[in-house]
């Protein structure tokens, strides 16, 4: 479940020093002391003996010391340690599922308003920034065509694909059409365009509907062939929704103003959170990378949690973007059951 390296052999002591830092360092965003890992964690060991394997541990370049004065707190190759070998997914509580079920199940079949509301859900969940890329749609086949008019010269298409996804938009019209007319030809555009995927729609669509004998059919049709590429190109409907920058940066992290600066850059470029979202392939299911492994230069101080989800045959990227420090087990399982219940509703 998330993407792997060449382990470094520890000990069984080395392993647990590590691991009680690394959960210290992840609550109080401080480097950490012999004595407070001999106090705060029942290890069996002494502050001496714990300082002496926190030095193999740095050397290991698991570790590292900000200050002389300080005490350690973990590198990039630590958290990497810690995310394959040493951390337990920790189950989400019955509350915590409920939650998120709750924000995916209650919007419909409004694909938009359930994607920005799960942005929104991941930002809550983590205190950090939530971010869900909607999938394109390019090869959703076309369940059904329904006109409606909604004024003397406009005309509201709604368009059904086969995962359930519904898109409106309202075109103007220069010709009269009464309703039994325009029941007519969506019945005839249904027949000839139903079951056809968006790409095939856009680019056979003169065929597909060539040789309708009726005027008034016939100015409606044109009307469709000449708007082909805005009515059944989702493309330009793939949204990107991003919630919990103010949370992001009040994260310790980002105090300093090059690194604030850093950062708001970063979430500014649509272009870059596409590539952080959504470089992995579908078929790793939750990806965590942790700062350098990131596919861009800025982010060496940013981990990035990031699913896959399916609609249909269609498929769209979630994930939680923070700094290094985050609780990786906790977000793990967060991304992956809201993944699975955006699929299971779209079922």
Excluded: W
Excluded at 211 to 224: K, N, W
């Amino acid at each position: 479940m998330v993407c792997g390296c060449k382990m470094i052999e520890l000990t069984a002591r080395e392993r647990e020093v590590l691991r009680s830092i690394i959960h210290s360092y992840i609550l109080n965003a401080n480097p950490v002391g012999s004595r407070s890992i001999s106090r705060q964690y029942n290890l069996g060991l002494s502050p001496a003996t714990i300082r002496n394997t926190m030095a193999d541990l740095e050397e290991l370049g698991l570790l590292e010391q900000p200050h002389t004065s300080a005490g350690r707190q973990p590198t990039n190759l630590g958290y990497r340690v810690y995310v394959d070998d040493l951390m337990e997914e920790r189950r989400l509580t019955a509350q915590e599922r409920k939650i998120i079920e709750g924000s995916v199940y209650q919007y419909q079949s409004d694909i938009r308003t359930i994607l920005e509301h799960t942005s929104a859900l991941l930002s809550r969940m983590s205190n950090l920034l939530g971010v869900v890329l909607s999938p394109v749609f390019e090869n959703g086949i076309l369940h059904k065509l329904d006109l409606t008019k909604i004024a003397e010269n406009k005309l509201l298409v709604i368009l059904t694909i086969k995962s359930g996804i519904v898109k409106t938009i309202t075109l103007e019209i220069n010709f009269k059409l009464d309703n039994e007319e325009l029941e007519s030809a969506a019945r005839i555009l249904n027949q000839r365009l139903g079951g056809l995927s968006l790409r095939e729609i856009r680019e056979n669509i003169t065929d597909r509907v060539s040789e309708l004998p009726a005027d008034s059919q016939r100015d409606l049709i044109t009307l469709f062939v000449d708007n082909a590429q805005q009515l059944f190109d989702f493309q330009e409907d793939r949204q990107f929704h991003l919630v919990g920058l103010k949370t992001l940066l009040a994260q310790p992290e980002f105090s300093q103003s090059d690194k604030l600066r850093t950062i708001i850059e970063l979430m500014e470029n649509k272009k870059v959170l596409v590539h952080l979202v959504g470089a992995s392939p579908p078929e790793e299911g939750v990806k965590i990378t942790i700062g350098r492994e990131n596919p861009i230069d800025q982010s060496l101080d940013i981990s990035v949690v990031t699913s896959a989800f399916y609609i249909g045959d269609n498929i769209g990227r979630m994930g939680i973007i923070g700094p290094m420090r985050m609780d990786y087990s906790k977000l793990l399982s967060v991304v992956n059951y809201t993944a699975k219940a955006i699929e299971k509703y779209f079922k």
